[in-house]
């Protein structure tokens, strides 16, 4: 049964006729029993409205001087589009990871014509106007642990592909994420990116990051999961369930399961890394003995000969977590976040260039790191769009619109304020 306790409600009696409560053997009048309340989902399709702004004028007929009410300020200036249109338009294609020209074919069988390229110069200037809150969300830099990771997208202008890097901070609020376009996968990038952070950070083996980790300010982490990995392709390619692999796969569970459980009951970071000395160490000791056995048996161009040299190259960075109870056992957060890139990819296919692989960036971020904070991204972004003026002007600090720093009250005032405007709309059509 689906969960309908947070959706409006409007009850409906269906009542029979007047002359069928009379029971039809004696002629009595039949007498209320109570009464069968089912329940049925419906929907409201969108609605698109047009504002019709109308500004009072006044004159002074002795002055010859006039004034006239302020005109409500659109967040991108002498476009027709509204908040509440460009949220929708953002959160479809970021969010549901609908590309414009398929919002540009929905808003046709409404009755309006948007060309997709209008649609689109709409996103890069509503990201440009939040291009501030992009800027602030770099407060992740000051945090103590960070996990970083990369994949490609295709860039139309350069007909190359371009990279999309990702950096997480699990413990900026509830966490932040900020992704980051780049026409390279060069580790120029996150050493740029990164040159003023220190602290924990994790990564794959990609060579690229290995600056990163000399650097005497940084400690880095590696990640398990990505070794683990390679076992369980040599497994899917072997079909082998009682293999080297396997045998593997079976000696990391005991560690996967601590984590699960230390997750589950939210331990403190001194409780995990005291849990992770007492009841992991022993275990990777065992199973790095193990590898450096198997080692010896495998052919080192084989596919587990590589997983297995890959695994122990990578070890003083796989097992470091053990020592930093803030560090997780693997950048799996990370990935599925970067998942998210690769699902809209199969639907928008590609980035422009550079200027709007900075506004994806953004969008992604937002909207991202508001599911993490437990917030509504159509609510969130529609209450950024109509701070936009004030973000230009220097009036608000771009810091405390953040997911994990915003006004949540104000939010839901916000909210509760557009239901209502919209509830009007409907009653007066």
């Not at 029971?23 to 989902?41: F, I, K």
């Not at 490609?152 to 376009?181: M, R």
């Not at 999961?225 to 593997?248: M, P, Q, W, Y």
């Not at 296919?349 to 550079?354: A, H, S, Y």
């Amino acid at each position: 049964r689906f969960d309908t306790s947070g959706l409006p409600r409007y009850s409906v009696t269906h009542d029979i006729p007047e002359h069928e409560k009379y029971c039809q053997g004696c002629g009595q009048r039949y007498h209320g029993m109570g009464q069968d309340v089912s329940e049925e989902l419906g929907m409201i399709p969108a609605r698109y409205y047009v504002i019709e702004n109308i500004c009072m004028k006044y004159a002074c007929r002795v002055c010859n001087t006039a004034v006239m009410s302020p005109k409500p300020k659109l967040p991108i200036p002498k476009m027709i589009a509204g908040g509440s249109v460009l949220t929708d338009i953002i959160v479809s294609k970021y969010h549901y990871h609908l590309p414009l020209y398929r919002q540009s074919k929905m808003m046709s069988s409404h009755g309006l014509m948007i060309p997709d390229n209008t649609l689109g110069n709409w996103v890069m200037k509503s990201g440009e106007a939040l291009s501030k809150i992009y800027d602030a969300l770099w407060v992740i830099l000051k945090s103590r642990y960070l996990q970083v990771d990369e994949t490609p997208v295709k860039v139309l202008e350069s007909d190359k592909n371009g990279y999309i890097w990702t950096y997480y901070a699990p413990h900026v609020g509830n966490g932040l994420v900020v992704f980051e376009f780049s026409e390279t996968r060069s580790g120029q990038v996150a050493e740029e990116r990164l040159k003023t952070f220190t602290g924990l950070l994790q990564t794959d083996g990609y060579s690229g990051y290995s600056g990163l980790r000399k650097r005497q300010d940084i400690t880095g982490l590696g990640c398990l999961s990505h070794a683990r990995r390679k076992f369980a392709e040599v497994v899917k390619i072997t079909n082998d369930k009682e293999g080297i692999a396997t045998e593997l796969l079976e000696g990391m569970k005991p560690l996967y399961a601590l984590e699960a459980s230390m997750r589950q009951e939210k331990m403190t970071f001194h409780t995990r890394k005291r849990l992770r000395q007492k009841i992991a160490w022993p275990i990777i000791k065992e199973l790095k003995k193990w590898l450096f056995t198997q080692q010896k048996t495998v052919p080192p161009k084989s596919q587990l000969g590589k997983a297995i040299a890959y695994t122990l190259n990578q070890w003083p960075y796989l097992i470091t977590y053990l020592r930093h109870g803030m560090a997780e056992i693997d950048t799996n957060y990370v990935e599925n976040k970067i998942r998210e890139i690769a699902i809209g990819r199969k639907n928008w296919l590609f980035i422009k260039g550079p200027k709007s692989g900075k506004i994806h960036a953004l969008f992604f971020s937002l909207v991202l790191s508001c599911i993490l904070n437990d917030l509504n991204p159509r609510v969130y972004i529609h209450y950024l769009l109509t701070k936009v003026h004030e973000l230009r002007r220097g009036d608000i600090d771009p810091s405390v619109l953040l997911p994990h720093c915003i006004d949540r009250d104000m939010l839901i005032q916000f909210s509760h304020e557009h239901i209502e405007f919209c509830r009007n709309i409907l009653n007066s059509t």
